[in-house]
């Protein structure tokens, strides 16, 4: 059973001058979540411009990304992956195996994913206790990246992480270094490449199909092991790293009215996984039986991946 929930009125928080601290090092978690000013390295976040230790390698990783994800690709690995019949395991688990991975797309961080998992979701606890599917979703978003995992296959970055987009129309120039798209197959398919593409408008985002990679497949595996997370939490998971859409407005012409109603809480969430990349480590012991707890509401003890 879905657990219902009410919808946020606010959409998009933008970071206000009350909320922010000075020194990008310091996750103020007493009073609220305060979003900062500066990413670890100095930059404003998400700048893939910004003359930075990280910016050719991530630059580096778009360009696979946008080469290499096409329609055929994607329908390839979700026959591949969809199966779920390479490991079971639980929740918390798969959090320990992302202990070693860093993501190579990411401009504000290069501490290992456990890390991002739980400040996510501790900043988020911080301004919305009363949300525990919420803290959940925060804890569990990025779970698919065990994709790269040797158990896994061992999956290239460029085909687990970074932001994602629709296969089978247009891509649109917000995306992240957009000019690496002109080397994909359907740049100059017409059969892919017009607005609309394969789809028609208002057909809703469940119809639609995204590049592959960590979103999906954990929607995926939450769906299919019958998770009681409400569906603005599958939503915020299949979709937080589609930031063409829930940043730059684009893709709505794609949207159904629940996708509509489901977008207002993926910008609550948005601030929480953008904005609480930091340095400062939490102490995982700490908040361990919290998350364990939830954990047991929302999910089966062991999951299929
Ligand atoms: O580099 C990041 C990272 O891979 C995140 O997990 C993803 O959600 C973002 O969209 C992406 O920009
Ligand atoms: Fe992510
Ligand atoms: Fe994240």
Avoid at 4 to 24: C, F, S, Y
Avoid at 54 to 75: M, P
Wanted: glycine share 4%; aromatic share 12%.
């Amino acid at each position: 059973m879905t657990i219902a929930i009410e919808q946020p009125e606010l959409g998009i928080e933008v970071p206000t001058n009350k909320n922010i601290t000075h020194d990008p090092n310091e996750l103020e978690l007493e009073e609220g979540f305060k979003v900062p000013e500066a990413n670890t390295f100095g930059q404003t976040f998400r700048d893939y411009n910004a003359h930075s230790e990280r910016k050719e390698s991530v630059e580096q990783f778009y360009r696979l990304q946008h080469i290499n994800q096409n329609y055929d690709f994607v329908k390839k690995m979700h026959e591949q992956y969809g199966k779920l019949n390479r490991v079971e395991m639980s929740i918390w688990e798969c959090c320990e195996l992302l202990n070693e991975f860093v993501d190579e797309s990411d401009p504000d961080l290069d501490e290992p994913q456990i890390e991002h998992l739980l400040q996510t979701a501790e900043a988020i606890r911080k301004d919305h206790p009363d949300e525990d599917w919420l803290h959940l979703v925060g804890l569990i978003h990025d779970l698919g990246k065990v994709l790269l995992h040797h158990k896994f296959g061992a999956l290239p970055q460029w085909a687990v992480v970074g932001d994602t987009f629709p296969v089978g129309c247009a891509f649109d120039e917000s995306c992240v270094h957009y000019k690496y798209f002109k080397e994909n197959p359907d740049y100059n398919n017409p059969k892919y490449n017009t607005k609309n593409g394969i789809y028609t408008e208002g057909c809703g985002l469940n119809n639609v199909m995204m590049s592959f990679g960590h979103d999906d497949y954990m929607y995926h595996v939450a769906k299919e092991n019958k998770t009681t997370l409400p569906s603005a939490g599958l939503f915020i998971i299949r979709y937080h790293s589609f930031y063409p859409l829930h940043r730059s407005g684009a893709y709505t012409h794609l949207m159904n009215e629940e996708d509509v109603e489901n977008l207002k809480w993926l910008q609550v969430f948005n601030k929480y996984d953008l904005y609480s990349k930091s340095k400062v480590r939490i102490d995982v012991e700490k908040v361990k039986p919290y998350y364990l707890s939830l954990i047991e509401k929302y999910f089966p003890a062991k999951l299929k991946w």
